[in-house]
C-alpha cells in the first residue's frame, strides 16, 4: 500500500501537462453533478438533493454556452399538521460559465455560470382524515421560469459548485441553494 501511495505521490506532478490539454478551444465537456439543497439541518427531514448533468463547448478565452439538465427533491415540513410536502422539479437551462480565475498549468479554475432555467415543479400535498393517517397524495404541478447564478471551482476534472436558484413564481419556495459535487469529462 505504501508503494501505491509513493507512486502516487512522486507521479501526480508530471500528470499536471496532460490535464493541461484540457480547456482547448471548440472542446466538448459533459459534467455530473450530485449534491444537496437548501436547509442542511437534519431536523424535520428537511434534507433536499440535487442532480445536474450539463454539456457545452469552450472558446478561445476558456468560457463556454452550458446546457443543464437538473432534477430537485426535496422535503417541507408542514408547522400545523405534522406532514410533510414533497417538492419536485425537473429543469433544463442554456447559460454562459465565464472564467474568473484560472492558474498557469490551466489544472484550477474559478468560475461563474449564469442561467434562465425553464422548470416543471410538482408539489404533493398530503391530506389527512379524521384518523390522521395519510390517505392520498393530490398535488400541483405547472411550469416555471427562473434561473441559476453560481460559482464553480474545478480542480480538473474535480467540480465544486454552489448555485443559488430563483423561481419567483414557485408554490414553496422562490429561493434554493444547490451545493455540488461533480466531475468533468472532456471529449
Same mark, same amino acid.
Given at each position: 500500500m505504501r508503494r501505491i501511495l509513493f507512486f502516487l505521490l512522486v507521479s501526480f506532478p508530471s500528470l499536471l501537462p496532460a490535464l493541461a490539454q484540457v480547456h482547448l478551444k471548440g472542446q466538448r465537456f459533459v459534467e !455530473? &453533478? $450530485? +449534491?444537496?439543497? #437548501? #436547509?442542511? *439541518?437534519?431536523?424535520k427531514n428537511q434534507l433536499g438533493i440535487n442532480a445536474l448533468i450539463s454539456t457545452g463547448r469552450y472558446n *478561445?478565452?476558456?468560457? $463556454? /454556452?452550458?446546457?443543464? !439538465?437538473?432534477? !430537485?427533491?426535496? &422535503?417541507? $415540513? @408542514? $408547522? #400545523?399538521? %405534522?406532514?410533510?410536502?414533497?417538492? *419536485? &422539479?425537473? +429543469?433544463? +437551462? /442554456?447559460?454562459y460559465e465565464f472564467n474568473l480565475w484560472r492558474n498557469a498549468t490551466r489544472t484550477r479554475f474559478v468560475r461563474g455560470v449564469v442561467q434562465p432555467t425553464v422548470f416543471y415543479e410538482t !408539489? +404533493?400535498?398530503?391530506?389527512?382524515? @379524521?384518523? #390522521?393517517?395519510l390517505q392520498s397524495s393530490? %398535488?400541483?404541478?405547472?411550469?416555471?421560469?427562473?434561473?441559476d447564478v453560481g460559482?464553480?471551482?474545478e480542480w480538473s476534472p474535480i467540480l465544486f459548485s454552489v448555485r443559488q436558484r430563483w423561481l419567483p413564481k414557485s408554490t414553496l419556495q422562490p429561493f434554493h441553494t444547490l451545493l455540488s459535487i461533480g466531475w468533468r469529462f472532456h471529449q
Open positions: !455530473v &453533478q $450530485a +449534491g444537496l439543497t #437548501d #436547509d442542511f *439541518r437534519l431536523t *478561445r478565452q476558456y468560457n $463556454a /454556452w452550458k446546457l443543464t !439538465v437538473s432534477y !430537485v427533491h426535496k &422535503q417541507h $415540513a @408542514l $408547522a #400545523d399538521s %405534522g406532514g410533510n410536502l414533497t417538492l *419536485r &422539479q425537473f +429543469g433544463v +437551462g /442554456w447559460g !408539489v +404533493g400535498n398530503p391530506q389527512k382524515t @379524521l384518523s #390522521d393517517t393530490a %398535488g400541483t404541478s405547472r411550469f416555471l421560469l427562473g434561473g460559482l464553480e471551482l
